[in-house]
């Protein structure tokens, strides 16, 4: 029996389950790009009570850099402090177990007007994932209102070792000001 708290922060949502061997025990989300920071640990304070976590996994993105900074150093730090496992997993693969077609993209808004995405064959991911303008994105099956299925999350083999940042940063040191 395990017991895994699930997190992501890659979309405008803030999502956390708690999942025991595939079975959710919990799930809860906000809505809001910029609510990440208050909505995670109200989450996670309302999802673990009653349970002994034994595990963290965490949706490394890709996704805009305070959204998944925010859930990435939050799992980190509960990870840790718990002397517990994490794993982190690509958010896009976590929302395109939901899709049963055979050949499809997902797209999540990056902001600036595009979105982050990735193709699938057959339920598995084909390259890296990338960040364009809709209009650069070809394909005919594109799913674009879909956010990471936490069971899936839970299920997909945690790799990820660092943040998927596609793009650097709005943020500019002063040093490095015009």
Known sequence: MTITLAIDTSTSRTSVAVINDGVILWQGHRDGATEHGPALPALVLE??????????????????????????????????AREIALRGVCSLDAIAAQVNEKDFIITVDARRKEVYWARYKDGVRIGEPAVNFPSDVNGSNIHGDLYPDMKALVSLPG???????????????????P
């Open 47 to 80: 999802g673990i009570k009653g349970f002994s976590i034994d595990d963290v996994v965490v949706g490394m993105g890709p996704g805009p850099y305070t959204g998944l900074r925010i859930g990435i150093a939050f799992a980190q730090s509960f990870a840790l």
């Open 159 to 177: 790799n990820i070792t660092e943040p998927i940042y596609l793009r650097r940063p709005d943020a500019v040191a002063t040093a490095d000001r």
